[in-house]
Nanobody
Framework: HVQLVESGGGSAQPGGSLRLSCAVSRGHYSVNCIGWFRQGSGNAREGVAG????????YYADSVKGRFTISGDNAENTAYLQMDRLQPEDTAMYHCAADRLACLRDNWAEPRGYSSWGQGTQVTVS
């Protein structure tokens, strides 16, 4: 496993922006896929965005496409989730997750595909 620490959550007004960070510490494997997930009150965990750290391919849930941008800085071992045009329905606990296997279009949003998880950071839009 690797250790993941999220930061950057907080409160925003509808239409506002927040930028989440996911710091990845060295672990027992090289990280090839990082995903951002969210879980609102009473809801199942939902994949928001994923990135392959090698090739840079990115994937998004339809609900955030065009508003959220995932990126990674391999030199800093950090992944980011830029969230623009936030909406109240974006309110949730956001977690980053990592795995040694590469993200693929048909599996990046499956939580069971990730072996390491951060504790999460709360995002509230109201």
């Amino acid at each position: 496993h690797v250790q993941l620490v999220e930061s950057g959550g907080g409160s925003a007004q509808p239409g506002g922006s927040l930028r989440l960070s996911c710091a990845v510490s060295r672990g027992h494997y090289s990280v090839n896929c990082i995903g951002w997930f969210r879980q609102g009150s009473g809801n199942a965990r939902e994949g928001v965005a994923g990135i392959s750290t090698g090739g840079g391919s990115t994937y998004y849930a339809d609900s955030v496409k065009g508003r959220f941008t995932i990126s990674g800085d391999n030199a800093e071992n950090t992944a980011y989730l830029q969230m623009d045009r936030l909406q109240p329905e974006d309110t949730a606990m956001y977690h980053c997750a990592a795995d040694r296997l590469a993200c693929l279009r048909d599996n990046w949003a499956e939580p069971r595909g990730y072996s390491s998880w951060g504790q999460g950071t709360q995002v509230t839009v109201s």
